[in-house]
């Protein structure tokens, strides 16, 4: 149980980052696929033309590539995501190793920052009462800019809340 269920408040907002990856499952076989498909021709062609040590070089190379893409594959697990309710502001990560971390704050004092270094991308910090937590590491810069600007206006919103009074009608 996490602590966004773990609350029977009524949520906000809810945003969840999550890093990119170009290619689905079915991507990701068809290349895996396709690249031991062309190892197979050169080991082939190799071994045709007795030059036997570069079989081995090729298999080393498939190996690290496959590796590779699977440490991607694993990186794209993690994942944050940003939650509003009527008292609390959450942050929770999860690792590429699936554990979870949670990070309370209060809204009634949680600023958003969007902190601008040349030559970079901005740096997003959501502060409230002595703690700063960057949220959004792995976003490029205009997916920050929108998160910045969608968080702004939901706190703003949260914080000016507009009553409708018949009373006050006319």
Not at 95 to 109: A, E, I, R
Request: aromatic share 6%.
């Amino acid at each position: 149980m996490d602590a966004v269920t773990a609350n029977p408040e009524r949520l906000i907002f809810v945003a969840t980052v999550k890093p990119h990856r170009s290619l689905d499952r079915r991507g990701l076989i068809i290349l895996i696929g396709a690249m031991l498909t062309g190892s197979l021709i050169v080991t082939s062609l190799m071994a045709i033309i007795g030059a036997w040590p570069v079989i081995g070089f090729n298999g080393a190379d498939i190996t690290l590539a496959i590796f590779l893409l699977w440490l991607n594959v694993r990186a794209a697990r993690a994942c944050e995501m940003l939650s509003l309710s009527e008292s609390h502001f959450v942050i929770q990560r999860t690792d590429m190793n699936g554990k979870t971390k949670t990070v309370t704050l209060s809204p009634y004092w949680l600023n958003v920052v969007l902190e601008e270094r040349p030559g970079t991308v901005p740096r997003l910090t959501l502060s409230a009462r002595g703690i700063a937590e960057e949220v959004g590491h792995q976003l490029g810069e205009t997916q920050k800019r929108d998160l910045a600007a969608a968080l702004t206006r939901v706190l703003h919103r949260w914080r000016n809340p507009v009553y409708d009074n018949p009373q006050l009608r006319e």
